[in-house]
DNA sequence: CTAGCATTTGTACGACTGTCCAAATGAGGC
DNA sequence: GCCTCATTTGGACAGTCGTACAAATGCTAG
């Protein structure tokens, strides 16, 4: 009578099978009948339990956001903690990042699924999608630049705001094409490797971050 | 009689459209008959020029990726004669990203526009796309790598290929969401301003490649 | 067992898609 | 002036799209 949200378990085969789809072919390439046949689903149970294709995808989002921010609001906290500067730069980056690649969330689907779908529909820059990714995520991604201002006093703000935005570009390309950095290398670097992604991207990107500011020239 | 590709203005006014509109909203959000009534063509000359949508797409690659390319190739041979390996690294840095960027490119249409086409296009997974991105930038891209090695030969060159990887999608990102710059960093940078852009991405890059290989860890 | 309600089904709708084609148009060589 | 051929036109085609809805179904509380 009063439980609201009770989940049937076809509005979770629903989900997770838009969720595939979406982050392999993209939102707009995906058909509400692709998605019925590969959840087993009938066309017009989409429509009832998500009213339109665009509250799929607010649903897909209202699924994981919750989840993925607090842990990365935990992993920030605890980096925090970290007395010295340089280490704490770093485990910040990697708390800042981790969440998207790491392959097994807390929750339901995979982090990783879940992000590759973030970057590929950011990339369709479709309407819907960029206001529900910029309430979700700005404010967490505000905190992080905060954190990393506290450890780069000397940096202008904006110089971080930029590179903070070079990251999220490397994380969102290496997840729509993992397989680009194997075939560059000749196979010497497997793109689909998380752990080898994650340690490649955290140190540059700290390399990055240690950068001198925009003002004055070298030598 | 015998001039098969005489340019009439019509088939450039077609190339010009679809540019525009892809680069805006993607490939597959955009219909044909939007590109007709943005180039004031009929719909029928569309096909009658280039036989379909992905002809079109492609007679676009064909119009840019040499120029552009060939400009890459001259500004890389300029940025290898530096002896200097600092100076030459960050020369090469700019001249791998540099005519992406810069607003107007000397053939036709703007650089920049045409490489937000292609990050636009590229994160669509659109099959087509990705071969003919493939088959026009890897080769440059390979070049490019090579020099960079030249630069940093203590460095493996799996994470050579890695950081380039990594400024790939730096610049991408930075094409398809300018605005997020913006609106990140509260109006204090500008991510519409190319040659800021520009400026911190080398800076940036440059600090990335610098960075120690993977092997062993500091203090 | 039955009434009531959440869910599933099948189908239909109008709008839009890329592609194709016959007819009309127009300009340049003879 | 006429003939030729490239180009443009307008429309038709088969197909897919997201959405809506009445009817069928199944589960659960009373």
């Known amino acids: 009578m009063l439980m609201p949200q009770r989940q049937t378990s076809m509005r979770e085969a629903i989900l997770d099978a838009a969720e595939e ?11 509400m009948r692709e998605i019925a046949q590969a959840s087993g689903a009938n066309l017009g149970s989409i429509s ?23 842990r990365r609001s935990e992993l920030l906290t605890e980096a925090q903690r970290i007395r010295d500067p340089d280490d704490r730069l770093e485990a910040i980056v990697r708390a800042f990042i981790l969440p998207s690649l790491s392959q097994s969330e807390g929750s339901v ?11 590929v529909v950011m990339a369709e820059r479709h309407e819907e999608a960029q206001k529900i990714i910029a ?11 905060d954190a990393l201002q506290a450890c780069l006093p000397q940096l ?32 010497e670097a497997d793109g689909e490797n998380t752990e080898e992604a994650l340690t490649q991207i ?6 990055a971050f240690r950068a001198p500011a925009g003002s004055d020239a070298a030598p």
């Open 21 to 31: 789809l979406f982050s392999k072919n993209g939102f707009r390439a995906v058909s």
């Open 48 to 70: 009832y339990h998500f009213g339109s294709k665009d509250g799929l995808l607010r649903a897909i989002y209202e699924r994981h956001s919750g989840p993925m921010n607090r």
């Open 109 to 119: 689907g995979g982090g990783a699924r879940f992000a590759r779908l973030r970057a």
């Open 135 to 145: 309430e979700t995520f700005n404010p967490i991604n505000l905190a992080f630049i």
């Open 156 to 187: 202008p703000r904006a110089d971080i705001v930029w590179r903070t935005h070079f990251l999220l570009g490397a994380v969102s390309y290496t997840l729509i094409n993992p397989w680009r950095v194997t075939r560059l290398s000749g196979g």
């Open 202 to 207: 955290v140190r540059a990107a700290v390399a």
